[in-house]
């Protein structure tokens, strides 16, 4: 004879509960029969654990009906669904120069979004602390959502950062202020459940989620704008290292032919600025002389490339050939089936991928990893992030109160 001490019978309740919860989480309606069916639970068990769960918030069951050629006797079949609204997460990108923050349910589904721009005058801890804090009221407004509803906030910072959410790194001034314990602030503050993260780390959860990564075991998202940064996913699993140092692309300082960690926002742009200082006075040499130097972009080098116009040619093929063994370097450690450009600049860089993707087997063995360009578009972080808190509101939701609870 077995007996079940109060704690197990708790344990295997949870157990039960997760595995019920868990097949409704992405489904649509489901009867309790398909729940029997799919969880191999007792019926018993699999309408005492969806009554508690409706009880708990995180389910609603819905109005029994049958169709109107079936006229068997008794009750109709009960009928489950997961409740996407019983509370909302919130995903930031807490950049250097932007903050976007994206509200959904707790499938993902986008309710509102804000953009704030990071002026000069912001560089102090306390006003990067209150855009991130505006940010977030702001998009909860949009949405129609209560403080009380929100489950979990992750953040994406440009700075690394370990497990535990704070950046450990000393000696650094920058990343100490992209990451001043954003965590604790936004906890001590407004009781929210709050995960901080590597900006290029979210970037990869994003496209192991919605873009190319999917399907992938092993493949890096570069972020690759003002500074490259990478994350890297192998067999589905984001790699942190022992103080979140995995993907600083610091050691880009001493790879030949490189020589620093700019991105190719900042390397395509400067390289194009320098040619056209150097031709100075010289009238019709490239269409990038009719456009005002400070505002020129790696969007513009790029398009004037794809109209063969020389100089923006020349930016490109330079930066290929530089961005080809940055590639190449993460190959040689990770060994990935796909190289995954992202961030903003990703939607014009089509002319540089071809060039790397042609030159990059003559660095690496194997030859034929992929190089894509991502097509989440400058969102990618707030993608990733939202996808980080969806995951920890999922592990733990038996441990946490539904908003209709709060």
């Not at 804090?133 to 702001?138: H, I, L, N, Q």
């Not at 009380?148 to 910072?157: F, K, M, W």
């Not at 004037?304 to 080809?324: K, Y």
């Amino acid at each position: 004879m077995v007996v079940r001490t109060p704690v197990a019978s708790r344990h295997l309740r949870d157990a039960s509960a997760r595995l019920v919860l868990e097949h409704l989480w992405d489904g649509d309606e489901v009867t309790g029969s398909a729940l029997i069916e799919a969880t191999g639970l007792s019926r018993a068990t699999v309408h005492d654990v969806c009554d508690e769960l409706i009880e708990r918030g995180w389910v609603t069951e819905l109005e029994s009906q049958r169709a109107g050629n079936d006229h068997r006797k008794g009750r109709p079949a009960r009928r489950y669904a997961f409740d996407a609204r019983a509370g909302v997460v919130v995903g930031v990108d807490a950049g250097q120069h932007r903050i976007s923050t994206t509200v959904t349910d707790l499938r993902g589904d986008a309710l509102a979004s804000a953009v704030l721009t990071v002026e000069p005058r912001d560089a102090t801890v306390t006003r990067r602390l209150a855009l991130i804090e505006e940010g977030v009221f702001t998009a909860l407004a949009d949405a129609g959502a209560q403080l009380p509803s929100v489950l979990a906030v992750a953040v994406g910072v440009p700075a690394p950062v370990d497990r535990d959410g704070r950046t450990t790194f000393q000696d650094n001034p920058f990343w100490e202020l992209m990451n001043p314990d954003i965590a604790r602030h936004l906890r001590d503050r407004h009781g929210w459940t709050t995960l901080t993260d590597n900006d290029a780390n979210l970037a990869a959860m994003a496209e192991h989620w919605r873009g190319h990564g999917a399907g992938a075991r092993c493949h890096v998202t570069l972020l690759a704008g003002e500074r490259f940064g990478a994350g890297v996913v192998d067999d589905g699993r984001l790699l942190r290292g022992a103080h979140g140092g995995v993907g600083e692309m610091r050691y880009l300082d001493f790879v030949e032919g490189v020589g620093s960690a700019d991105g190719i926002a900042a390397l395509v742009r400067d390289d194009a600025r320098a040619q056209l200082h150097r031709l100075d006075g010289q009238t019709g040499s490239s269409q990038l002389q009719d456009l005002d130097p400070a505002t020129l972009d790696a969007a513009s080098v790029f398009a004037a490339a794809l109209d063969e116009d020389p100089l923006a040619v020349s930016v490109v093929e330079h930066v290929a050939a530089l961005l080809a063994r940055v590639v190449a370097t993460f190959a040689s450690i990770y060994d990935p089936e796909r190289v995954i450009i992202a961030g903003a600049v990703a939607a014009s860089c089509g002319p540089l991928l071809e060039l790397v993707r042609r030159d990059l087997d003559r660095y690496v063995d194997p030859p034929g990893i992929e190089v894509l360009a991502s097509e989440l578009g400058r969102d990618v972080v707030t993608v990733g992030a939202v996808k980080r808190a969806l995951d920890h509101v999922r592990e733990h939701a038996l441990e946490i109160a539904p908003a209709g609870l709060r």
